[in-house]
T-cell receptor, first 115, second 115 residues
Framework: DADVTQTPRNRITKTGKRIMLECSQT?????MYWYRQDPGLGLRLIYY???????NKGEISDGYSVSRQAQAKFSLSLESAIPNQTALYFC??????????????FGPGTRLTVL | AQKITQTQPGMFVQEKEAVTLDCTYD???????LFWYKQPSSGEMIFLIY??????QNATEGRYSLNFQKARKSANLVISASQLGDSAMYFC????????????FGTGTRLLVSP
């Protein structure tokens, strides 16, 4: 089984709809992240969480919100989706500082299309 | 200013040959980490290799090695004995500092391996 899972894997929705993307991990990591990927722009950080009580905005948080329901679960919401939020969304996890290379491990991605 | 620069939008290599994917970075922090990720056409982000700024030796992982030239601020990925399955997008990323592990990604290089 994958260590980092994302649901749904693909979603098509309409402008103005509320969408939730979910991420679960079995790696036991404290830190979780949400990124979006647009063609030619690489990955950009939306939100990150160091633990259940710690949520922080990334570089492109406008239009998004998150919820850290448990150590293993981190959800991303689009309250009112708009077409320029069409992108590939990745969840990632990493261990806390001091436990190695701090490598981030990514889920398989959710391809979201907003019409 | 770009923190991570990947100047090669696309690279071609024949099977069994070696290929170098370029990455230059910009930071004034003495502590940082450099990562390479592979993204096949299926979309997932796969961690390949890590190099810490204080590491004395170049990182190696199987057929992957990182040519780390600190003075030039470059961290090129070398893939030896290319295989057809190496065809993918490759992203260089940097984590600055030893605390928060925000990753900054380059725009990627598409590698195509031909028979």
């Amino acid at each position: 089984d994958a260590d980092v899972t994302q649901t749904p894997r693909n979603r098509i929705t309409k402008t103005g709809k509320r969408i939730m993307l979910e991420c679960s991990q079995t790696k036991g990591h404290d830190r979780m992240y949400w990124y979006r990927q647009d063609p030619g722009l690489g990955l950009r950080l939306i939100y990150y969480s160091f633990d259940v009580k710690d949520i922080n905005k990334g570089e492109i948080s406008d239009g998004y919100s998150v919820s850290r329901q448990a150590q293993a679960k981190f959800s991303l919401s689009l309250e009112s989706a708009i077409p320029n939020q069409t992108a590939l969304y990745f969840c990632a996890t990493s261990p806390s500082t001091g436990t190695g290379t701090d490598t981030q491990y990514f889920g398989p991605g959710t391809r979201l299309t907003v019409l | 200013a770009q923190k991570i620069t990947q100047t090669q939008p696309g690279m071609f290599v024949q099977e069994k040959e070696a290929v170098t994917l370029d990455c230059t970075y910009d930071t004034s922090d003495p502590s940082y980490g450099l990562f390479w990720y592979k993204q096949p056409s299926s979309g997932e982000m796969i961690f390949l290799i890590y190099q810490g700024s204080y590491d004395q030796q170049n990182a190696t992982e199987g057929r992957y090695s990182l040519n780390f030239q600190k003075a030039r601020k470059s961290a090129n990925l070398v893939i030896s004995a290319s295989q057809l399955g190496d065809s993918a997008m490759y992203f260089c990323a940097m984590r600055e500092g030893s605390g928060f592990q925000k990753l900054v990604f380059g725009t990627g290089t598409r590698l195509l391996v031909s028979p």
